[in-house]
């Protein structure tokens, strides 16, 4: 395949799904990948302000793929964790979407995949904080 130079940005791309889907575009595409750490293309914690002016002119399509989860059951479970979750999972969402439209209104065909929890349809246990968010 030949690159067609389309780029698409990954939130969560060092680890687990965001890293796979990283790996299966990243032969074709300049995959920009953003993590709180390690091997990411540009270092972004969820819970601030995405710095926009790292991103390309244009976008193709984002991923939100950060994984966060804190397996307690409901009653250990304290504000401050509840709120965390939300501010990752929920509001780092909105945040990404946020800082990566302009772009992506420049893109080709774009497209924003947002990933969730198999345990907000499944009840699962301990998995409340995450489920909410």
Same mark, same amino acid.
């Given at each position: 395949m030949t690159n067609d130079n389309r780029n698409y940005l990954i939130v969560g791309g060092t680890k687990g799904i965001g890293l796979a889907v990283a790996n299966l575009l990243g032969s074709d595409h300049n995959i920009i $990948? $953003? +993590?709180?750490?390690?091997?990411?293309?540009?270092s972004w914690d /969820?819970?601030?302000?995405?710095? +926009? !002016?790292?991103l390309p002119e244009r976008? !193709?399509? %984002?991923?939100?793929?950060?994984? $966060?989860?804190?397996?307690?059951?409901? *009653?250990?479970? $304290?504000?401050?964790?509840f709120?965390? !979750?939300?501010?990752?999972n929920a509001?780092? *969402?909105?945040? /990404?979407?946020? *800082? *990566?439209?302009?772009? %992506?209104k420049r893109g080709h065909a774009p497209a924003i995949v947002l990933f969730s929890t198999v345990a907000v349809q499944h009840g699962m246990p301990f998995h409340s904080s995450v489920a909410m968010a």
């Open positions: $990948t $953003t +993590s709180r750490g390690g091997n990411a293309t540009i /969820a819970r601030t302000a995405f710095p +926009s !002016d790292l976008l !193709d399509g %984002l991923v939100y793929a950060p994984g $966060t989860i804190n397996l307690k059951p409901f *009653a250990r479970l $304290t504000d401050d964790e709120s965390e !979750d939300w501010q990752i509001l780092g *969402a909105v945040r /990404a979407i946020r *800082a *990566a439209l302009p772009a %992506l």
